[in-house]
């Protein structure tokens, strides 16, 4: 439910739009509403009957970032990066069997896809391959059962993976080496396993972004 509003943060649905995109029957949709909006997570708009983010998790956020500092340390170098290249950066995390982007800095042109922060994104090959680039074998294993139970992991994959864990130890960038790129990888890596690079094999929703600052923490996001 709140995914979902956080992915459109700027808009408000109502009862039976929000019943209709999650397949949840309305009284037991009600029921959650209600709640949330008495904790203050939403907001009711007193004549459009629609539903809104609600303050409670502004102060839910910052405490979130509180406990995870190097995510805005990385929107930080991210912001000076942009100005550098003129291009668009994403820091993005796991969250269970999902890629959740946390913040995108920079100006995305027309000609790349549409991400946003709090765009969810299923954990999938080949999707997710920079996450899986420190795993073992078994982890890697489970992750391509979740779309070819028993194949082989493809060899520009083993290579993406590969070429991920080098440019996180070395904190090259797609264009050149900077200062930026290496506080990046620095900041990230003293708390997260990350990778400073665009996706190697060419694939996935942030082709033609710059610079992706992915990272995985041993804590659930």
């Not at 019943?19 to 029921?31: E, G, K, M, R, W």
Request: include cysteine; charge should be positive; proline fraction near 5%.
């Amino acid at each position: 439910m709140l995914d979902r509003f956080a992915a459109h943060p700027e808009q408000s649905y109502s009862l039976s739009e929000s019943s209709q995109a999650l397949d949840i029957n309305l009284a037991s949709l009600l029921s959650v509403l209600q709640s949330l909006t008495d904790a203050g997570h939403l907001v009711r708009h007193p004549r459009r009957k629609t539903y809104g983010l609600g303050m409670s998790l502004v102060a839910a956020g910052h405490a979130a970032l509180t406990r995870h500092r190097v995510v805005d340390r990385a929107r930080h170098e991210l912001r000076l990066l942009a100005a550098e290249s003129g291009a668009a950066y994403v820091v993005s995390a796991v969250a269970g069997d999902s890629i959740v982007v946390l913040a995108v800095e920079g100006r995305v042109s027309v000609r790349t896809p549409e991400v946003w922060a709090a765009q969810r994104l299923p954990l999938l090959p080949p999707l997710g391959q920079v996450f899986l680039a420190w795993s073992g074998p078994a982890e890697i294993r489970g992750w391509l059962d979740r779309t070819t139970p028993g194949a082989r992991l493809p060899a520009h994959l083993d290579t993406a993976m590969a070429v991920s864990r080098k440019w996180c130890s070395t904190a090259h960038t797609v264009r050149k080496p900077t200062r930026s790129a290496s506080r990046i990888c620095s900041t990230a890596s003293r708390q997260a396993r990350c990778s400073a690079a665009r996706c190697p094999c060419g694939c996935g929703p942030f082709q033609g972004l710059g610079t992706s600052i992915s990272y995985r923490t041993s804590r659930s996001i």
